[in-house]
């Protein structure tokens, strides 16, 4: 099938076999096409390294073979959705977040090893590069959420806090790495106190686009290229993240018709920041594609998810 005769979910389905890495494929087979987990967690071990770390452009904005935090956030996210993230691997890779960190405990953006390998301009060289929530937060969060407990976390998740809970003016982004870190951390009366603070924020310095047919409107965030904003389906993926409150059920609905008509006529979904090489747009795009599927579903927008035929890959 193509065209109007396929459903979104055919569509997209074939879009991913024709452009997707390996990982990818398998993720899509496993959260729609009845896979296993197996696979996904082969696919997945590739981009590990003898440090614990992972690499070799797991996040496609960062090239190379280096283990990174931005790669480390992108393997625990595959883990926790088949639900193996746990054992001697995540030790591991504690122990390497021990060794990569900061002085305060948390991590960089960018650590300095990335250095011989290109990486998008919005990720900067540092020499003695600062803690980032950007990283911290979703790691912290999805740690926390597997009900992992090791030494590296102690600290991490006491720099959260602090940082979350003192954010004043801050960029679309911190606050989606907010929302990973409250997702997941333990004190739940302590998060739900973080999350008001931050809605309210959120809506005070419009951060976040509530009508999309007004985006135009709506100035895009610093260093932002055309187009790249958040809506409220980036900040609450899930109806259950603290971040859905912050949202009227006709702007979440807005938000998720939005999404679900950013669909390409090739099936993919398009990516919304500034493109910086064509190899990391390439693989953006199937990422993006099988987020913008599981939101989707997680609001229940079933309907745009049926697949009448399987789609045999080209």
Request: hydrophobic content about 40%.
């Amino acid at each position: 099938m193509a065209g109007d005769e396929a459903s979104p979910l055919a569509r997209a389905e074939q879009f991913v076999w024709l452009t997707a890495r390996v990982l990818e494929q398998r993720r899509f087979a496993f959260h729609f096409l009845g896979g296993g987990p197996d696979p996904v967690d082969a696919a997945l071990g590739p981009y590990l390294n003898g440090d614990g770390g992972y690499g070799h452009a797991l996040d496609p904005d960062l090239r190379g073979p280096a283990s990174q935090p931005l790669h480390t956030a992108h393997a625990l996210r595959v883990l926790d959705s088949l639900g193996r993230c746990a054992g001697q691997r995540i030790e591991r890779l504690c122990r390497h977040l021990t060794q990569v960190s900061t002085p305060e405990g948390a991590l960089p953006l960018r650590c300095p090893t990335a250095r011989p390998f290109p990486a998008a301009p919005w990720h900067p060289d540092l020499d003695d590069p600062s803690s980032a929530l950007l990283t911290t937060g979703p790691v912290v969060g999805l740690l926390h959420r597997n009900r992992i407990w090791h030494a590296w976390l102690f600290r991490a998740t006491e720099w959260c806090w602090e940082r979350v809970e003192t954010l004043h003016h801050a960029h679309p982004y911190e606050i989606q790495a907010a929302v990973s870190f409250l997702e997941g951390v333990p004190d739940r009366s302590r998060a739900a106190a973080a999350a008001d603070r931050l809605g309210r924020l959120v809506r005070e310095q419009e951060l976040v686009v509530l009508d999309p047919q007004r985006r135009a409107e709506h100035p895009v965030p610093a260093g932002g290229g055309p187009g790249e904003q958040l809506f409220p389906h980036d900040l609450a993926r899930r109806p259950e993240s603290p971040a859905r409150s912050w949202f009227t059920d006709e702007e979440m609905a807005r938000s998720l018709d939005f999404l679900a008509a950013e669909q390409q006529e090739d099936g993919g979904w398009p990516v919304r920041r500034r493109a910086w090489a064509p190899g990391s747009s390439l693989e953006r795009r199937p990422i993006a594609t099988i987020e913008a599927l599981l939101t989707l579903r997680a609001h229940g927008r079933s309907d745009l998810l049926s697949r009448p035929a399987p789609v045999p890959p080209r």
